[in-house]
């Protein structure tokens, strides 16, 4: 174990190598110590690499296939939303008027955000729409129904 600590295998992975490498390399092979020992270095840097981009493209992949998951779950709601807008007011649309890929493009966090935010504010915005719509109703009712002559013709003279 010390003979392994005086290479310094600790000191390769930091990206730096003892001249013990070399010391060890032309024990067993004479006069090309340094040589050997750089290319076996090269060798372990590689070999390094690659298994840590083969885990990263793993990880990015499964990532990738998470994000996708919550993105399907998340699109009925957003369709949901998106389907009320010709109910909402005027005024009220605002929150809806960004086209629906750029609200399917963002990040799944901003998405959820996004939902949370606007399934309130359309909540809101229905019952307006529905209060507005109870007094028309009411005032036409009234107006309906308040006519003073009833033998009047109905339109103009």
């Given at each position: ?16 190598w ?11 092979y ?13 060798a ?11 885990r ?11 994000n ?88 103009p003279?």
């Amino acid at each position: 174990m010390n003979h392994q600590h005086e290479i310094g295998w600790q000191q390769i992975l930091k990206g730096r190598w003892s001249t013990t490498w070399v010391t060890q390399y032309d024990q067993i092979y004479p006069g090309q110590g340094e040589k050997i020992a750089t290319k076996q270095l090269q060798a372990i840097w590689r070999a390094t690499i690659d298994v840590w981009k083969t885990r990263c493209d793993k990880h990015h992949e499964s990532l990738q296939q998470s994000n996708e998951q919550a993105i399907n779950q998340l699109t009925p709601k957003i369709l949901a939303l998106y389907d009320t807008k010709e109910r909402l007011d005027a005024i009220d649309r605002r929150v809806l008027d960004q086209p629906i890929n750029s609200t399917l493009n963002m990040p799944v966090k901003q998405i959820k955000d996004w939902i949370r935010r606007t399934e309130s504010f359309v909540k809101q915005g229905l019952q307006r729409a529905r209060q507005r719509i109870q007094l028309n109703t009411q005032t036409i009712t009234l107006l309906s129904t308040s006519t003073p002559n009833s033998n009047m013709p109905h339109g103009p003279a």
